[in-house]
């Protein structure tokens, strides 16, 4: 199975900040990949597919880049609303490996 | 309007068994692929199994193959996921999602909890 490893695991930012998480892929996923917002209680909602794409709906200042094994999330400005947890997953394979996450704090 | 709405969770104890089901309105089940993903407390997101829409092929996650079984019934729109041989480490709150063509998960239901506790 594909593995996925996000890094950070915690990240603690400031409204403002520019804000970025990484992905990679044991293998190559060419651009296969999507990221999830989730808060706590919620389920999971769609932001990025297809590695740099985004979903209708989700504000601009979200951004993917990367193709391949690795792939970056950016916020270019985090708003209150975006604290959260960040998820990548990988679609590559018919069985889905998501990454373990990324809890975004509050500095 | 699309909607999924996941129900069948529940107190089971280990070695029991258990029948989730998400009913989908809004798209024909045959044209989307459904995906079962689960979260145990406090912890991330586990993809469990997909139902592709297009030829109803079947996958699962290593750690629930064999155990579980994910179906679809057209005529009630309702993808099924059962659960045999719970273990404790089951224990998890069990979203439903839809995919459309090229996109993951476009829409998720609101989960349904499934406890596997003596």
């Known amino acids: 199975d594909i593995q996925m490893t996000q890094s950070p695991s915690t990240l603690s930012a400031s409204i403002g900040d520019r804000v970025t998480i990484t992905c990679r892929a044991s293998q190559s996923i060419s651009i296969w990949l999507a990221w999830y917002q989730q808060k706590p209680g919620k389920a999971p909602k769609l932001l990025i597919y297809m590695a740099s794409n985004l979903e209708t709906g989700v504000p601009s200042r979200f951004s993917g880049s990367g193709s391949g094994t690795e792939f970056t999330l950016t916020i270019s400005s985090l708003q209150p609303d975006d604290f959260a947890t960040y998820y990548c997953q990988q679609y590559q394979s018919f069985y889905r490996t998501f990454g373990q996450g990324t809890k975004v704090e509050v500095k | 309007e699309v909607q999924l709405l996941e129900s069948g969770g529940g107190l089971v104890q280990p070695g029991g068994s258990l029948r989730l089901s998400c009913a989908a309105s809004g798209f024909t089940l045959s044209g989307y692929t459904v995906n079962w993903v689960r979260q145990a407390p406090g912890r991330g997101l586990e993809w469990v199994s997909l139902i592709r829409g297009d030829n109803g092929d079947t996958y699962y996650a290593d750690s629930v193959k064999g155990r579980f079984t994910i179906s679809r019934d057209s005529s009630r729109s309702t993808v099924y996921l059962q659960l045999n041989s719970l273990r404790a480490e089951d224990t998890a709150v069990y979203y439903c999602?839809?995919?459309?063509?090229?996109?993951?998960?476009?829409?998720w239901g609101q989960g349904t909890l499934v406890t596997v506790s003596s």
């Open positions: 999602a839809k995919d459309r063509p090229n996109v993951l998960a476009e829409f």
